[in-house]
């Protein structure tokens, strides 16, 4: 036990500390004047979160390998559930509530699908149909029973963590190729499935004073926070677009707005700091990785993070569409903060399996 505590990588324990950190403050923030309980239900998360990302770390990286189907197979039935005896919040069916608590499957699916093709693809050849077509169809099975939720944002999210799994696992770029050739019949599909209310957000997206005080208010109302909030910041505690509740969503997808109006720039750029030295920290590690699999799933959770933090930081900033996307350790959620805890300690284990000490420098070869 100790050998393995000894074994961390130090530098995502920092990482890890000061989010967990910084976001107890911002999440108080937000939620002061208002429902404090939410507060105290992130922190018991976050205990919980640590308390198995400690768990995690003793796992040894072939049993994560021996689990990667039983993990899959039972985010996909979750799925399966929702549409049947899933609960309802906020218009979106994603929730099966097991009595002491409610999780969403779809943010168990996107890191035991990180689980299942790494295993796939650590095993087997790359540039044959078989192998391609299979973790495809892996990937959008799991993608339609998560976007007729509805849930789009995590169903880019999936897609997009799929598609950096089959780069990284060393598909020729031809077949990548193929895939985007048929994107746009795939999205022409997707827009005349899409709700209307989605379809909404793509316009407001592009306009969004077309409707300033429906679907365009969240978009206007987060741009001004951002923009008051200036080189320093209101002071803690002193914004007014939170504080007086202006700004809807505060303490989970819009809670960036919260962090730029009372930190100003510079509390946003010690999160996008962070953000970056962990993303390239599980980059390193991927690069040094003892195996292919250990390679490969810290590729897939490195893409994930990336995309949370930028999908979500570009929404709220008014240059992207509004999707369901947290900002990652940031946001109120209990089932995406313990998922990402859970995906964090896997990249730990395979930081301690390739005998920790590595060293602070970009991966030469990443999946050799």
Request: glycine share 8%.
């Amino acid at each position: 036990m100790i050998s393995v505590l000894r074994r961390m990588d130090k530098i995502l324990i920092i990482c890890l500390l000061s989010l967990f950190i910084l976001s107890l403050f911002v999440l108080y923030a937000a939620v002061h004047e208002g429902d404090i309980a939410v507060f105290q239900k992130q922190v018991i998360f976050w205990c919980i979160g640590l308390l198995g990302f400690l768990c995690v770390c003793f796992v040894p990286l072939r049993l994560m390998g021996l689990l990667a189907w039983p993990a899959y197979l039972l985010a996909l039935l979750g799925l399966a559930l929702v549409p049947l005896i899933g609960d309802v919040h906020m218009g979106a069916r994603r929730w099966l509530d097991l009595g002491i608590v409610a999780f969403q499957p779809s943010e168990m699916m996107k890191w035991a699908l990180m689980l299942m093709l790494a295993h796939w693809f650590a095993s087997r050849e790359p540039n044959t149909w078989v192998n391609f077509l299979v973790p495809l169809m892996m990937s959008i099975v799991p993608a339609a029973l998560i976007v007729i939720q509805p849930d789009l944002g995590t169903t880019l999210v999936l897609l997009f963590a799929a598609v950096a799994m089959l780069i990284a696992s060393g598909f020729a770029w031809r077949w990548i190729l193929y895939a985007i050739a048929v994107s746009p019949g795939v999205l022409y599909v997707l827009w005349h499935n899409m709700h209307s209310y989605q379809k909404q957000r793509v316009l407001t997206f592009l306009d969004p004073q077309s409707d300033p005080l429906g679907s365009g208010y969240h978009v206007i109302q987060s741009s001004i926070a951002i923009g008051s909030g200036g080189f320093w910041g209101k002071g803690y505690l002193e914004g007014t677009q939170g504080r007086l509740h202006f700004l809807p969503e505060q303490h989970t997808d819009f809670i960036f707005a919260i962090l730029a109006e009372e930190g100003g720039l510079i509390a946003v750029t010690l999160l996008l700091v962070l953000y970056g030295v962990l993303i390239s920290r599980i980059l390193t590690i991927a690069g040094h990785a003892h195996s292919r699999f250990g390679a490969l799933l810290s590729t897939g959770i490195a893409s994930i993070f990336m995309l949370y933090a930028f999908v979500n930081i570009g929404m709220v900033s008014g240059i992207l569409p509004v999707v369901g996307v947290p900002l990652p350790f940031v946001s109120y959620g209990g089932s995406a903060l313990l998922t990402m805890l859970g995906a964090l300690a896997i990249v730990m284990r395979v930081a301690i399996e390739s005998k920790g000490n590595i060293p602070w420098q970009r991966p030469s070869s990443p999946l050799s």
